[in-house]
Nanobody
Framework: QVQVVESGGGSVQSGGSLRLSCEAS????????MGWFRQAPGKEREGIGG???????RYAETRDGRFTLSRDNGKNILYLQMSSLNTKDTAMYYC???????????????????????WGQGTQVTVSS
């Protein structure tokens, strides 16, 4: 079974920054496709960005440059650095993982909810004005 665990959420004032962390574990020797999503109350879950095993990122079209993905070299640990946060960024942030097409390596970053099999419980980010 694959486990996905997020951390780093919290409350921050508008204009502030946060870094979220995510670790996936499960199948031995597997490097997962990993991605970040968020869901605000009453809205659908939306993609922020995804990473392949080499840390190459792919971002949603709505990305405005304030959010940046990074991945620990050779590990299933993905970060989301968020800056210039505003109240519209208040949401539950989810990390997700999936096995690549080859099974043990991810060569193509994934971006959509339906592409991921394994999800974390989410970490809440609240931005106050």
């Amino acid at each position: 079974q694959v486990q996905v665990v997020e951390s780093g959420g919290g409350s921050v004032q508008s204009g502030g920054s946060l870094r979220l962390s995510c670790e996936a574990s499960g199948y031995p020797g597997t490097s997962y496709c990993m991605g970040w999503f968020r869901q605000a109350p009453g809205k659908e879950r939306e993609g922020i960005g995804g990473s392949d095993s080499d840390g190459n990122g792919r971002y949603a079209e709505t990305r405005d440059g304030r959010f940046t993905l990074s991945r620990d070299n050779g590990k299933n640990i993905l970060y989301l650095q968020m800056s210039s946060l505003n109240t519209k960024d208040t949401a539950m942030y989810y990390c997700a993982a999936a096995r690549g097409r080859g099974g043990y390596y991810c060569r193509d970053p994934l971006l959509y909810v339906q592409e991921y099999n394994y999800w974390g419980q989410g970490t809440q980010v609240t931005v106050s004005s």
